[in-house]
């Protein structure tokens, strides 16, 4: 028998029916159906008190079992995890170790002074998504944190939101977007950039799944297999440099593209599962993305705070991503049992289960002592070659189990990130770059998110190897800043290296970095006016770099802290590098601190189970309703028949 959903009032209400049961609300305002954020699922059977967490999930966690927690790294994912211990655990106490002198790694918000005025650069991450399970999370998050009233939205009708460039091969092309089907049509038939892709879409309906021999392969040829290598080099890789500032011919398919690795398998090709999507409105969706959207969803979000969302292709804050770092540490600061110790470094953990001890080393600009941490747990948000290191009772015979070591690190990339005010209010919008077609200009002129920059761009085209320009004036022109509306000028960011660096003996300087946007803007945009104010960045090992045979050595990684019972990982190193993954990332673990419920007993929590194992559900929409009519056979060891509803984890 199927789960079944009903209609309630003017929401599609969905309820995954017996054996296991959900509801779902969806609201049909335009902007929420092409978001899965706006889907809301409850759960519906018996409440625990205790914490919202275990309300649904096979997770065994006692308070008594999480006494002390010892955080490794105090960029997003550690403070996520200290927030999400508070809630989960009041009465544990938990300890940060930081090496540098503030919190929030890469998220960092800067107020620059200028001729005309204050205004505020990113040098890292600069919007935030609410889309699937990770967004319903982030949702709650920022609620809890009381920043609702600090956000900013960018609108799903902003041309921010509509209008993204590509580079290809000398000039700017705007590519397709919604409602706007003549003009996409006529560049996907006439811009060199597009070719072979209606070819492709015909290759990919009859190209044959792959082999079950073939356990993982690059994004660029899992593309060029189903679709096209043109459409591969031309358009995908811009995309990746975009995102991971990668290589696509080396980043994995089963990590990056896990549902679309899944769908070649389970739909037999990419355009049979939209087509399932489409008319029969049915997909197959990760139970750990559902169990996720359940249980963050059952905080109600406030109708101001829910309207917002509904509206925002992305969104930031008032003073730029800095103030999510800043009110996570003001909050966690405001708690007894929450300890700080920046410019503290981890240098060994000794001990075992329950009973953990690490010793510590004070950078040389620190004036705090040298004090060991005693813990009952651990979560390394760390780079997966610190935890040998670290793992004083590892062996060099034991070593050898993990993937890597300090002598093997794991790959990330190197990214120059350049910032720059010109004084000129439209100076985007009066510009005509060269040898842009003119109808990319119309009708908004040169307003959008910005452009990337492909593999195949010629080298004349590109010598400062840069990735992409972001258009930041156009994606947060409210962000804070003091000039006066009529003096506003107009930001930029220019994105450079990334994997082009890979072999690179020296990186850029600042300076270097500096004359190198200057010139890419000057060329690309036909930009001469000079920069009231830059600022160049060279974040070094910044994007982890998720190569063919990722899930491989997650799997590697996850038995090796088997060993080492109470040990877990979390970030952007293992399960996803944006900070929405992140989150997730710190929540899942701290969801299972207190190990989960098998029939053996309890098993440790990693932080990487989903390698091991990421179970399937097959769901499909009938009249507002969404029906579950069969799922992985490893899911039904973590969803249960309730009375009256649906569990996740069951006894």
């Avoid at 889907?39 to 059977?45: P, S, T």
């Avoid at 011919?249 to 090709?269: D, F, I, V």
């Avoid at 040990?567 to 993954?581: E, K, L, R």
Wanted: charged share 20%; glycine share 8%.
């Amino acid at each position: 028998m199927p789960w079944r959903l009903h209609d309630a009032s003017s929401h599609a209400v969905l309820t995954i029916a017996a054996p296991l049961r959900c509801v779902t609300r969806r609201s049909h305002h335009s902007a929420a159906k092409a978001n899965p954020l706006h889907q809301r699922l409850h759960i519906r059977g018996p409440q625990n008190p205790r914490s919202k967490l275990a309300q649904v999930r096979n997770y065994a966690s006692a308070p008594q079992d999480v006494k002390h927690v010892a955080i490794l790294g105090g960029g997003i994912t550690g403070l996520s995890a200290a927030h999400f211990i508070t809630e989960e655990y009041p009465r544990a106490k938990v300890t940060i170790l930081e090496s540098q002198p503030r919190v929030g790694g890469w998220l960092r918000s800067t107020e620059v002074d200028t001729d005309n005025g204050i205004v505020t650069f990113e040098s890292g991450p600069r919007s935030l998504r609410l889309q699937g399970a990770n967004g319903a999370l982030l949702l709650r998050l920022v609620q809890s944190l009381g920043l609702t009233d600090k956000v900013l939205v960018t609108p799903h009708s902003s041309p921010a939101a509509q209008n993204r460039f590509l580079y290809y091969p000398n000039s700017l092309i705007r590519l397709p977007g919604a409602g706007r089907f003549i003009d996409n049509l006529r560049t996907i038939l006439t811009e060199p950039a597009f070719d072979g892709i209606l070819r492709g879409i015909w290759r990919e309906i009859d190209a044959p799944v792959r082999p079950p021999t073939l356990k993982d392969e690059s994004v660029g040829d899992f593309i060029a297999r189903r679709v096209s290598k043109d459409i591969a080099n031309n358009l995908a890789s811009a995309l990746f440099h975009g995102i991971y500032a990668g290589d696509i011919w080396q980043l994995s398919t089963r990590a990056l593209l896990p549902s679309q690795w899944e769908a070649e398998k389970r739909h037999e090709g990419l355009i049979n599962a939209g087509a399932e999507g489409v008319f029969r409105r049915s997909s197959w969706l990760f139970c750990d993305d559902l169990e996720c959207q359940m249980v963050a969803q059952d905080t109600p979000l406030e109708d101001v705070w829910k309207q917002k969302a509904m509206s925002a292709s992305v969104f930031t804050f008032e003073k730029g991503q800095g103030m999510l770092v800043d009110a996570m540490e003001d909050l966690l600061m405001k708690n007894p049992n929450i300890k700080l110790r920046k410019e503290t470094t981890a240098e060994a953990i000794k001990g075992g289960k329950g009973q953990y001890e690490i010793e510590t080393k004070p950078t040389e600009a620190s004036k705090s002592q040298h004090v060991p941490v005693q813990c009952s747990h651990v979560i390394s948000t760390l780079a997966p070659h610190a935890l040998p290191r670290l793992l004083a009772s590892v062996d060099a015979e034991q070593t050898t189990a993990f993937p890597f070591t300090p002598s093997r690190p794991a790959s990330a990339a190197n990214v120059g990130v350049v910032n720059l005010y010109f004084r000129s209010p439209d100076l985007l919008l009066n510009l005509s770059p060269p040898n842009m077609n003119p109808r990319h200009l119309k009708p908004q002129g040169l307003q959008g998110f910005g452009y990337l920059i492909p593999q195949t761009v010629p080298l004349e085209q590109n010598p400062e190897r840069a990735l992409g320009v972001i258009f930041d004036s156009d994606i947060t022109p409210d962000l804070y800043t003091t000039v006066s509306p009529e003096k506003a000028g107009t930001r930029l960011t220019v994105m450079l290296g990334g994997h082009y660096w890979d072999n690179w003996s020296a990186l850029p300087s600042p300076s270097e970095l500096e004359a190198m946007s200057l010139s890419l803007l000057q060329r690309h945009l036909g930009i001469d006016e000079t920069p009231l104010a830059v600022r160049s960045h060279l974040h070094r090992n910044c994007i982890p770099q998720y190569y063919v045979g990722h899930g491989e050595r997650m799997q590697r990684l996850h038995r090796a802290l088997g060993d080492h019972e109470g040990i877990a990982v979390a970030g952007s190193w293992y399960n996803g590098v944006g900070v929405g993954d992140c989150i997730r990332s710190a929540w899942e673990v701290v969801r299972g601190l207190g190990g989960v419920r098998g029939r053996s007993g309890r098993t440790a929590v990693t932080g990487l189970e989903r390698w091991e194992s990421r179970p399937m559900a097959w769901c499909e929409r009938r009249q507002g309703a969404l029906f579950v009519t069969k799922m992985d056979e490893a899911a039904k060891g973590r969803f249960a028949r309730v009375e009256g509803g649906l569990k996740v984890g069951g006894k």
